[in-house]
Structure formats: C-alpha cells, structure tokens
C-alpha cells in the first residue's frame, strides 16, 4: 500500500498523531525557551537559576514518566488523552497566573510531563498498537509532527506574545488545546474500532501472554540494546543544539547563518521521517539499526574538521537525517522486540530515557566547556561517543547472519557487496 492509500485509509487515526506530536511542542526546550526571558525579568532571576529549575522539573518529569506512561495499556485511549490534557491545562494555567519563583519548577515539571512526554507517548503508542500492517509508516507519519510544531508553533508564540502578553499568551495556548483535543476526540476516535495488533514481536520477545513488570524490561537484553542508541542520540542532540550559537560563535560564522541551517535540519529530519516509514515496513527496523547514526557521525567530523561557513548545511542535513531515522526506527524497533502488548509500558521507560538524556546533555557539554576545553574536545568526545554506540549496535544481527555474511565473503573470492546484507533473511 503506496503512502497516498495508507493515508486516505486510517486518515483520522494518523491525524490523531500527528495532532499529538505537533501539541507536543508546548512542552519541548525549543518553545519553553521562548518564555526565559520573561520569567528572569519577572521574577528576577540568574540563567543559572532558571535552567537549575529546568533540569531538576525535566528529570523528575524523566522518573515520574515511566509509573504514568504504563496506564496507556490498560486506560482507553480517549479517557487517557483527556486525562494528559488536564495535566497540561493546568500547568499552562499555573505558569500564566504564577506570582512567586518556586512555583515555576512545578510549571516546568507539568508542562513537560504532559507535552514533552505524554504527548508523544500517546502519539506514537496508538500508532504501535492499532497498526500491524503500515506500521512503520503510522509511526513516520505521526512523528512528522514534531517538525511540523518546530515550524509552526514558535511563529504563533511569539505573534501571541507580541499581541498579548507573556501571561495572556499562556491562557491562549491553554485554550486552543482544551478546544482541539476534545473536539478531535468527540468527532473522529471512535475506539470501538481500534483493535491492538499484537503480532509483530521477534521471536524472543516479551511474553504477550502475561503482564510484565517494569524491572523485567528493564533488565533484559534488549532494552540495554536498544536504550544507550535513544540515549546517544538525545544527549548529543539536544547538548550540540544547546550550544549552537556559541558554537556559531567558536567557529567564526553569523548567528543568522545557523539559524539558516537549522531550517534544512528540519527539513532533512521531516523526509527521513518519511522515507523510514515504508522502508522498516519492507525491510523490518533491525535490518537499520546498525547504521542510522553514522550519518550523524559523518556530521560531527565535518563540523571538527572543516570552518568553512558552508559546513553548516552537511552538517544539519546528515544530523536531520540520523534524528528523523533514529526516531522512527526506534519506535518501530520496540514493537519488532517487546511485541505490542505491553507496548504503552515498554514506550513509557524508552521515553523516559530520552527525557532523561535531554536533561543531562547541556548539563555534561556545559561542564566540559566551563572546565577550559574547546568545543573541538566536545567535538572528539561526541565522535568516540558515537562510534562506540555504533559498533555496539551491530549486536543486533544473529550470530548465523554473520556466518552468511562470512560465507558470501569468501563465495565472492572477496569482493563482499556491503549492500547485500539487506537482503539477508534474519
């Protein structure tokens, strides 16, 4: 089924989403920043304060997600979103209306845990589980609407602001969700219809036969193949983002110059996104796995290695490209191993680690920096970093796998076809 008939299909659903993902930019860094300025005016405030408030609200927004995140399994799906949707009225309500300092760390906390993490974790959960066939590109579709609130939301913001107010602009956006959200559920979910495929799982995933506890995904072998890649991937993000102008700055090239590229990094991640949907659904997602990355490794050494302004472009074109693949492939990867049973559970402790990851990055990069090191030794350490995930990535392929590989190799009088692995059958 080609993207046009997927689409026309489950229309409602995919839009659901995509409706999710997009929302859940209220409560992501590129957004919240936009009100930093404000809140230190306001409430009289060091940088150093205000990010201390948001890294100590992210990482318990990381510990609380996974214990909020299983009930997705076992609440319908309506009454969970509404539910999520409260959380974030409410934080939204709190941070308009907020008159003293130590209630900001409370705001923070609300507004992540319900945009940043439930959001998302709805989105894409439903896609896991109320798709079997197509799911890989259910799972693309709706995270394009992480690019699309990238694009999108920022602009309404700050003309939000502009026209209102800070504070006002709040209750704006309070309303607009409290207005979108139910409406789209009344009108288009009916969950009578929505059935939870739980083929999928590998052989050798989790029991669908029973109920599996936190700890016992936590320790098994999968989850630590799959949880330093999602972890990697967020912390180098979301700590080279961070830095980005002072990087600019480090490098000799305009501010403007950067913003520029971060266009194309959008643009780059919105059709990787596009392109990993049919591509895990015909190939599975291990067959990716290995190799997502090292686009975005390929990234950083140009940015080490080369000052040239026009950099910029490989740069976030190649780092768009491993974040649009890694998300997806992520997603889908979850479903191949752990089975969609328990899907909601299993989702809730990966977000976490992303969350989590998303805390600490600026947190380690920022130490490196202020300890007397350039960003060339970040640079270096992000590479080794990387390289390293990488390989240990390459787990994932069956030991009999290599040996077709190893025997092809010597077949071909050692001309290997890198490629041909592809068509290997795992």
Avoid: C
């Avoid at 207005?179 to 979910?189: M, N, Q, R, S």
């Avoid at 700590?239 to 990087?247: C, R, T, V």
Wanted: hydrophobic share 55%; no cysteine; proline share 3%.
């Amino acid at each position: 089924m080609n993207y046009l008939n997927f689409v026309l299909e489950n229309k409602k659903l995919l839009t659901f989403g995509l409706l999710m993902t997009s929302l859940s930019g209220y409560g992501q860094t590129y957004l919240l920043a936009l009100y930093v300025p404000y809140l230190i005016e306001e409430f009289s405030l060091q940088n150093a304060q205000i990010s201390g408030y948001y890294m100590i609200a992210t990482i318990a927004s990381a510990l609380l997600l996974p214990q909020l995140g299983k009930y997705i399994d076992k609440t319908s799906l309506v009454k969970y979103t509404l539910m999520a949707t409260v959380i974030f009225i409410l934080s939204m309500v709190l941070m308009s209306f907020n008159q003293h300092w130590y209630l900001l760390p409370l705001a923070f906390f609300g507004l992540r845990i319900a945009g940043q993490g439930l959001f998302s974790h709805i989105a894409i959960t439903s896609m896991s589980k109320y798709f079997l066939k197509g799911r890989g590109k259910a799972i693309s579709l709706a995270s394009l609407g992480h690019p699309v609130g990238q694009a999108a939301l920022p602009i309404m913001v700050v003309g939000l602001i502009n026209l209102f107010g800070w504070r006002q602009s709040l209750l704006v956006n309070a309303l607009i969700v409290l207005i979108v959200v139910p409406v789209y559920l009344k009108l288009f979910i009916d969950e009578k219809k929505l059935v939870v495929h739980e083929e999928g799982g590998s052989a050798g995933a989790v029991s669908l036969t029973k109920e599996v506890s936190q700890w016992e995904i936590l320790k098994s072998g999968k989850f630590w193949l799959l949880a330093p890649n999602l972890f990697v991937l967020s912390f180098t993000v979301t700590g080279l983002f961070f830095y980005q102008f002072a990087i600019a700055e480090f490098k000799g090239w305009t501010l403007e110059w950067m913003a520029v590229g971060l266009t194309f990094y959008a643009l780059a991640g919105s059709l990787a996104i596009l392109f990993a949907g049919p591509l895990i659904d015909k190939y599975t997602a291990r067959k990716f796995f290995p190799f997502y990355l090292i686009p975005f490794l390929i990234a950083i050494v140009f940015i080490w290695l080369v000052n040239d302004s026009l950099v910029i472009f490989p740069y976030m074109i190649l780092m768009g490209a491993s974040a649009g693949f890694g998300n997806a492939i992520i997603s889908a990867l979850q479903v191949e191993l752990f089975g969609a049973g328990f899907i909601g559970k299993v989702r809730s402790i990966f977000a976490s680690v992303m969350v989590l990851s998303s805390a600490i990055g600026p947190a380690i990069y920022g130490l490196v920096v202020d300890a007397g090191y350039s960003f060339d030794a970040l640079f270096i350490g992000s590479i080794v970093l990387l390289l390293v995930i990488i390989l240990l990535s390459f787990r994932i392929v069956p030991n009999y796998t290599y040996a077709k590989m190893k025997y092809k190799f010597k077949r071909r009088h050692r001309r290997f076809d890198f490629f041909n692995i592809f068509n290997l059958k795992h």
